[in-house]
Nanobody, 126 residues
Framework: QVQLVESGGGSVQSGGSLRLSCAAS????????MGWFRQTPGEEREGVAA???????NYADSVKGRFTISQDSAKITLYLHMNSLKPEDTGMYYC????????????????????WGQGTQVTVSS
């Protein structure tokens, strides 16, 4: 079982930036399909960004042009760079992984992933 640990969340004002990190243990990200999701109380977990095994990225329309998913050169830390943050970006952010290849149409669906971190809270104030 892979271990995923998120960090980097916090409170920022609208227009600010944060960088979330997801550290992996026991494997390198090049072996996995990866995703970032967020959730607010009472809502479904929403796919934000995904990074496939071949390096292809996918983004939710609501974050395109503002968020960037990336990994370090050693491929053991996944990042989510978040710029121009809005209050509606507030939520608990989770990283997720799947050892199998995830079809392009499923990469922002939580059902496509079977390994999850514990989450890191992001709060954006207006």
């Amino acid at each position: 079982q892979v271990q995923l640990v998120e960090s980097g969340g916090g409170s920022v004002q609208s227009g600010g930036s944060l960088r979330l990190s997801c550290a992996a243990s026991g494997y390198t990200y090049s072996d996995y399909s990866m995703g970032w999701f967020r959730q607010t109380p009472g809502e479904e977990r929403e796919g934000v960004a995904a990074l496939s095994r071949d390096g292809t990225t996918n983004y939710a329309d609501s974050v395109k042009g503002r968020f960037t998913i990336s990994q370090d050169s050693a491929k053991i830390t996944l990042y989510l760079h978040m710029n121009s943050l809005k209050p509606e970006d507030t939520g608990m952010y989770y990283c997720a992984a799947n050892r199998l290849r995830v079809a392009w149409w499923a990469r922002l669906l939580q059902t496509a992933y079977n390994n999850w971190g514990q989450g890191t809270q992001v709060t954006v104030s207006s």
